[in-house]
């Protein structure tokens, strides 16, 4: 038997309560690669297909069926002896179910970085992370399971630009 967990709204707040679903076949496919076509680049590529039947016939909650996730990294050797850098990184997921009746679909995420590594071991980047502001749901309560008159869902983190210092002790 397949259990899914999930927030239940009770006379003494949330908790969370684990769900039977029945019987559960998961099937599916991933494929992974890295690639280095020169010195200086690295490339990934990963993808996962899955293919969900629950017995009882509700959806499986929070899991995608399909993700991509791809990224790619450019270093670049400077003559003093340190390393600037350039990546992209992100993946594409979905659709899934966040409730019985509600259906996300899919999102796409990109990040990226620009740095400099000192032959130190100090670095300095600019980041960015969900570079294109996509608005989707973290977590996702519905209200028949909240007995409330409306879902509560708990939206994912927007676009995030900042600097990052690091240091390496060598």
Not at 35 to 49: E, G
Not at 84 to 97: E, H, K, L, N, Q
Not at 118 to 133: D, I, Q, Y
């Amino acid at each position: 038997n397949a259990q899914e967990s999930n927030v239940v709204l009770t006379g003494s707040g949330p908790v969370t309560a684990t769900l039977n679903l029945g019987s559960l076949r998961v099937q599916g496919v991933e494929f992974e690669l890295t690639a280095r076509p020169i010195d200086a680049l690295q490339s990934n590529l990963c993808m996962s297909l899955r293919d969900f039947n629950v017995a009882s016939g509700a959806n499986l909650l929070r899991t995608d069926k399909r993700k991509f996730n791809f990224g790619m990294r450019y270093d670049q050797p400077l003559s003093n002896g340190n390393t600037t850098y350039a990546g992209v990184d992100g993946s594409i997921a979905g659709p899934r179910w966040l409730s019985c009746c509600d259906r996300q679909d899919s999102r796409t995420l990109v990040n990226a970085q620009i740095g400099i590594k000192t032959e130190t071991g100090l670095e300095f980047a600019v980041f960015a992370k969900n570079l294109f502001n996509e608005k989707y749901f973290y977590e996702y309560a519905d209200r028949s399971l909240l007995g409330t008159a409306y879902d509560i869902g708990v939206p994912a983190d927007k676009r995030l630009v900042g600097v990052r210092v690091s240091y390496q002790i060598k």
